[in-house]
């Protein structure tokens, strides 16, 4: 039903002076109901971190990406027409998974890319939900949404010119969370981390990091070490992994790639029974 219990990650890193933060928000949440806003550019890993904070706490974790939101309506449910038993048209209410998971006590409530909605206007109902009042009423319902004892709204958002779609959040709802900008992972820490996560040597790893754009973020590398972790050159696995960068940079890192690892990208045009593999 879009609500579930996270497995936690052994491998997830972040600073400590981050996870000292968040516990310190989780240990005022039990006290008194707070919200958490994660920002910071994408591939940082901020969607998992909100979802091992659930795991870690074994609280159950419903993800809504607030993109999906074209008016305040959609933050409650859906009406739709269905057929009753005599075979008539009847009008007929769902609750958004968002309504059913903060209806669930202890539940964190995440609520991804929550600059990205349709409209600015269409969170508006998040006003009401993440402050003391912890409610909002749906008029056309007549009846009051309510926020479980213990749900944690943690909130997740990219900010800058590279990303297409997204607004400025409002300043009154921004006003209701505790930030956290989440920095970029340092190369030796994310060095070590590509090794735990693909199998790939540290050699390599470092080798991948040398090679890629300084400002490359941990998604996008660990794209690469995966591809190169299950068969792909360096120069294949780049060109995949990088693609849509700017042309003159893209020929930078295949040149580099055939330097530093040996790695030609093949242009050759071949069949799929040339390369000798067994589907």
Avoid at 46 to 60: C, F, G, Q, Y
Avoid at 165 to 177: K, Q, T, Y
């Amino acid at each position: 039903d879009g609500i579930w219990n996270a497995i936690p990650d052994p491998n997830y890193i972040q600073p400590e002076w981050v996870w000292n933060t968040i516990m310190a928000c989780v240990r005022l949440n039990d006290k008194q109901p707070i919200n958490i806003l994660l920002r910071g550019e994408s591939g940082l890993g901020k969607t998992s971190l909100a979802i091992e904070i659930a795991a870690r706490l074994r609280r159950p974790i419903a993800v809504v990406n607030c993109g999906g939101f074209q008016e305040p309506a959609d933050i409650y449910g859906r009406i739709s027409l269905v057929r009753d038993d005599q075979g008539g048209v009847v009008t007929k209410f769902s609750k958004s998974l968002l309504w059913r998971a903060i209806e669930t006590p202890g539940c964190v409530m995440v609520l991804d890319e929550i600059n990205r909605s349709e409209s600015p206007k269409a969170v508006n109902p998040l006003l009401d939900l993440t402050d003391h009042r912890r409610r909002t009423f749906v008029d056309e319902l007549q009846t009051w949404m309510r926020v479980a004892d213990g749900v944690m709204f943690i909130a997740t958002m990219n900010e800058g010119s590279l990303y297409s779609g997204i607004d400025m959040i409002d300043s009154a709802l921004e006003g209701r969370f505790f930030s956290i900008t989440l920095p970029k992972m340092p190369n030796d820490e994310l060095a070590s981390l590509v090794v735990r996560k693909t199998g790939i040597g540290s050699k390599r790893a470092l080798e991948i990091l040398r090679i890629m754009p300084k400002d490359s973020n941990t998604r996008t590398v660990l794209k690469v070490a995966l591809l190169i972790a299950a068969g792909a050159g360096m120069g294949e696995a780049l060109r995949v992994g990088m693609d849509g960068s700017p042309e003159k940079e893209m020929e930078r890192v295949l040149q580099e790639a055939q330097v530093l690892a040996g790695s030609v990208l093949s242009t050759k045009y071949v069949s799929w029974d040339k390369l000798g593999v067994e589907a």
